[in-house]
């Protein structure tokens, strides 16, 4: 059997894991939301949420990540329905509008054979706290094996993961993190050079607001990588120096050398005030066009989360150009990601039943 159908069949049977479904145990639960930094019990063993880059150690991201390349082959030899969630409920809760995460979401739990509902919330007009509590309560009673949330207040995710008896994935929480954008950016990245440490990798734009630098910065320190922040300083917190990056706010100067230029979306609903003259004043600057990109390395990778602001951040040119922008297979890989992590929650969350 080849290396990547061997991976994702060699799993516990859906059905050995469900039998802890109803365990009175899952009603007190005091296991901690995400694995222990540090502890090294917990260094190999499937995490039983996934919160945050934050923590997490360079063997359990490589685990993520080789699972998740075994997925990306399954999913182009178009072998893609199984049934290693069968039975098993996903729901994705977003409560801030989003098309490609939950999208990649849904087909995720789909060719693994799962359940999938979607659950749109506006959280407009309630008051958020009950709120997250009495939807924690509702899913309990609804038997919900993973729950995917997307928040627009940071620690949505953690809280309700204390709440719920699911395995709770963080799909972005206010500026907070996006783990599985970052793990998606990884696989790209590795694939295309083979490794991820001492690559080093420009992140560029609204670092501010933006929950997808967060997590890339977390898991790209944790595995060696060399991290820039590049963008204007209304933009990037001094604070993040801390977190183990450089910043530059000389877009030429952080682009020279870089193996990676990741770009990010200038995130307008999120400022408040003025912290960017005008899109047009922005682009003349940090907008990344042929011009600014001579000065990474001449096979440097582009890359962005999306959704893109072209002409904002990024120059359509450079953003189509097949030769330099792995986007499309950033969505690609997002998909991939996904069924490696769902996959791998649904083992910590049967294992750790009695
Ligand atoms: C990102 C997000 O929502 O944080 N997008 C995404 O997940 N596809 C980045 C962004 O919105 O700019």
Do not use: W
């Not at 003025?274 to 001579?294: I, N, Q």
Request: charged content about 25%; overall charge positive.
């Amino acid at each position: 059997m080849p290396d990547y159908e061997r991976a994702a069949a060699d799993r516990p049977l859906a059905s050995v894991r469900r039998q802890g479904r109803f365990h009175p145990s899952r009603f007190c639960s005091k296991r901690p939301p995400v694995i222990a930094a540090g502890s090294r019990e917990t260094l190999h063993q499937p995490p039983r949420h996934l919160l945050a880059m934050e923590g997490m150690h360079p063997p359990q991201i490589a685990a993520l990540l080789d699972l998740a390349e075994s997925y990306a082959l399954l999913n182009r030899s178009g072998k893609t329905k199984r049934d290693l969630l069968r039975g098993q409920t996903l729901i994705n809760l977003f409560f801030e509008d989003s098309t490609r995460t939950r999208t990649s979401f849904e087909l995720a739990g789909k060719r693994l054979g799962a359940d999938v509902i979607n659950m749109s919330v506006s959280t407009s007009s309630v008051n958020k706290g009950e709120t997250l509590l009495d939807t924690a309560s509702t899913l309990n009673a609804m038997n919900c094996d993973l729950l995917v949330v997307r928040h627009d207040q940071s620690g949505a995710p953690a809280l309700l993961a204390q709440k719920v008896d699911a395995a709770v994935i963080n799909a972005g929480d206010g500026t907070h993190e996006h783990p599985t954008q970052a793990l998606l950016d990884a696989l790209t990245i590795r694939r295309h050079r083979g490794r991820l440490e001492g690559l080093v990798v420009a992140i560029c734009g609204d670092v501010l607001h933006s929950r997808v630098a967060r997590s890339n910065i977390h898991l790209l320190t944790t595995m060696n990588s060399r991290v820039r922040v590049v963008g204007p300083p209304t933009l990037i917190p001094s604070s993040i120096a801390a977190l183990g990056v450089e910043i530059f706010h000389d877009m030429r100067a952080g682009l020279a050398g870089a193996d990676v230029v990741m770009m990010l979306r200038l995130q307008r609903e999120r400022m408040v005030g003025g912290l960017v003259p005008s899109a047009r004043e922005y682009f003349r600057f940090f907008g990344l066009d042929a011009a600014k990109l001579a000065n990474a390395k001449p096979d440097a990778l582009v890359m962005h989360p999306g959704p893109m602001n072209r002409g904002v951040e990024i120059d359509s040119a450079v953003a189509d150009d097949p030769q330099r922008s792995v986007i499309r297979e950033q969505v690609e890989m997002g998909v991939a990601v996904r069924m490696a992590v769902l996959d791998t929650l649904s083992r910590g969350h049967g294992r750790n039943e009695p």
